[in-house]
């Protein structure tokens, strides 16, 4: 990994500290999201917001069809 920083630094003329900077920092962005859409997501399901698994199969099933299903909500 420590070559992937120096070859990525001498490609972006950075220093190695800038770009681990920036990775480390949009690992915390993705990870503070992930976080969020899980807490909404369990949200849902306590709030009863939820879509039957056989409704999702049976839409996804009728994607090859001629007449497809609506999305289930």
């Known amino acids: 990994m420590a070559e992937k920083v120096d ?3 001498e490609r972006l003329e950075r220093s190695k500290n800038w770009i681990v900077k920036q990775a480390l920092s949009a690992w915390i962005d993705q990870e503070e999201e ?4 899980t807490r909404e997501a369990l949200a849902d399901v306590d709030a009863g917001r939820v879509i039957d698994h056989q409704a999702v199969q049976a839409w996804a099933d009728s994607l090859s069809t001629a007449t497809p299903l609506p999305v289930p909500r």
């Open 7 to 9: 070859l990525m630094a």
């Open 34 to 37: 992930r976080s969020r859409l």
